[in-house]
């Protein structure tokens, strides 16, 4: 009896958002993070904070991994004192990081041969998004460990589409980044273009929302574009990391994308000059600073 104890590893912007779900729906959340303060954090939350990522697997039978990449998923899972030398281990790994295909589908083949199931269940929408409960879940993975985890993934979003076997969360994910960065682009574009043209923004931004052009990028960070404020709900060091995984998945199969390439340039410029830690929304003060160097 009793309530069950879920494993979250990685307690960022999206893990804390995870757990606040899971704890409104009555679920226990140990977590672990490198930084104590997010540890705290989720301590102030009502979920259990605990010292390693052994701990973790001891604790809970399904774990939610948020981490920034699949270099430190790897790590977590399978090196030293990782999730696979714990005593025991836990029985379903549900990550949500974006990761490369290649080492997503590789991972869930080692991880079924020690009789752990794998969900790549990659998230579309900011921390705020999931907070909202509005982010949508792709997943990857086979059809009983998404029924095994239907309740987890349900409990964080009321939006969930299983897209295929493992590793299918993770390419879904990426190709909808891909869409979604050039749409904040676009919108940040036509944003300094009309305002150079004398446009009044925020009725232009309202027009906008109305015609043909809409995007949901116009909801979430038309304002953020307007009033400067970039506050992280993704940042552009996250974006740039999803963008180089896209270009080099892109190279892989022989395949340019010549409008990803830009994107990728412009937010390097915004890296160089210590605007990496921003929102995406901040595109927009490249967009502006290289109109200004060409006049």
């Known amino acids: 009896g ?16 995870i757990a606040e779900h899971l704890l409104a729906r009555g679920y226990g959340v140990v977590g672990y993070d490198i930084d104590p303060a997010r540890c705290a954090a989720l301590s102030r939350a ?4 605990v010292s390693s990522v052994a701990e973790v697997a001891k604790r809970s039978d399904r774990v939610f991994l948020s981490l920034l990449a699949s270099e430190t998923v790897c790590q977590v899972v399978e ?39 794998f969900l790549d269940a990659t998230i579309s929408g900011s921390s705020q998004q999931i907070r909202d409960r509005d982010a ?9 460990t998404v029924v095994a985890c239907a309740d987890l993934l349900d409990a964080v979003s009321n939006k969930m589409i299983h897209v295929g076997p493992p590793g299918s969360g993770s390419k879904a994910k990426l190709a909808s980044n891909l869409i979604l960065g050039l749409n904040r682009l676009v919108l940040a574009e036509g944003l300094v273009f009309a305002e150079k043209l004398g446009l009044d923004l925020p009725s232009f931004l309202s027009l906008l929302k109305q015609s043909p052009a809409y995007s949901v990028a116009m909801d979430v960070k ?47 410029e915004l890296i160089a000059s210590g605007d990496g830690n921003l929102d995406c929304s901040a595109v927009i003060k490249a967009l502006r600073k290289r109109q200004g160097n060409k006049g």
């Open 2 to 17: 009793g309530r069950e104890d879920v494993g979250l590893i990685g307690i960022g912007l999206v893990g804390s958002a």
């Open 46 to 49: 009502g979920g259990t904070p």
């Open 79 to 117: 090196g030293e004192g990782g999730l696979l030398e714990a005593p025991e281990l836990p029985r379903y790994i549900i990550d949500t990081t974006t990761g490369t295909p290649d080492e997503t589908m590789a991972l869930a083949e080692r991880l079924a041969g020690r009789g752990v199931g």
């Open 136 to 144: 949508l879940f792709m997943v990857g993975g086979n059809e009983k």
């Open 222 to 268: 038309g304002e953020k574009m307007l009033n400067g404020d970039f506050t992280p709900q993704a940042r552009v060091s996250q974006h740039h990391k999803d963008l180089q995984i896209i270009l080099d998945c892109a190279k892989a199969v022989g395949q340019d994308l010549p409008l990803s390439r830009i994107h990728h340039d412009i937010l390097d």
